[in-house]
């Protein structure tokens, strides 16, 4: 059981989170600093050192609790339907992703966009490495699921491009996963062409052309679909 003082320093520790979280909102990440934080809070910024060692390990904690909403969101989205609709959630899950991404334009440049400096480093495993992987298993679980149940005609290994083919391997070994190398390709294609027409919506680089882009959105839906093999259907209304 928790002491009282654990409570309080947790408790604390979520107001920072929050606070450096609604100064990304209002005013991007080159806002969230220690010193703006602390003035928020009505605290000295050399008392937020009692929470974070530095600048990076705040950011990085808030980027944990980003990849931790996201999933839950994911999940909820999922645990919704029938395990039998794996079609469905496929779709699903797509859509929950959008409709977080277009709801919070700030987080996902933080989490998707171009690292700044405190993020962009090699150093150990962290939390915020740890929920992203959770997130990015949310993916991939759901594609394993499909595989395992509703298996697609694929490529042989030997018929890989093979410096992919290698790349693959390598991938494959790192996270333990039990795929085709081909299958994998799919899946990083699919993940690509998912994230890269989101990305492009939440940054605005749609906009010469499209005001609405949930048509194109769809599109791509219904072609990922098409590829898996699963049935596509439209979003409700």
């Known amino acids: 059981m928790e002491s009282r003082r654990e409570r309080q320093r947790a408790a604390t520790v979520d107001e920072i989170t ?7 909102v209002a005013d991007g990440v080159e806002a969230v600093t220690l010193r703006a934080i602390a003035r928020d809070m009505g605290m000295t910024a050399p008392g937020l050192y009692r929470y974070f060692g530095n600048h990076g390990e705040l950011l990085r904690h808030l980027v944990a609790a980003l990849f931790r909403e996201i999933t839950e969101e994911l999940e909820k989205g999922m645990d919704a339907l029938p395990n039998r609709e794996i079609g469905l959630k496929f779709l699903t899950v797509g859509r929950v992703f959008r409709e977080w991404c277009l709801a919070h334009p700030r987080e996902f440049a933080l989490l998707f966009g171009a690292p700044p400096p405190a993020l962009d480093d090699e150093g150990p495993i962290d939390i915020a490495d740890e ?6 298993m949310t993916f991939m679980q ?8 509703h298996p697609f005609p694929v490529a042989s290994d030997d018929e890989l491009d093979p410096s992919l083919r290698v790349q693959l391997a390598r991938y494959r070994e790192t996270r333990g996963i039990d795929l085709p190398l081909a299958v994998l390709q799919i899946f990083l294609n699919c993940w690509v062409r998912l994230e890269g027409v989101i990305s492009m919506e939440v940054f605005g680089h749609l906009d010469f052309a499209l005001d609405d ?5 769809e599109l791509t839906l219904k072609d990922l679909a098409e590829m898996l093999h699963v049935p596509y259907t439209p979003p409700r209304g």
């Open 18 to 24: 929050r606070t450096a979280r609604r100064i990304l």
């Open 213 to 217: 882009a949930e048509p194109l959105f």
């Open 142 to 149: 759901l594609f394993l699921h499909l595989w395992e149940h």
């Open 131 to 136: 929920c992203g992987r959770q997130f990015a």
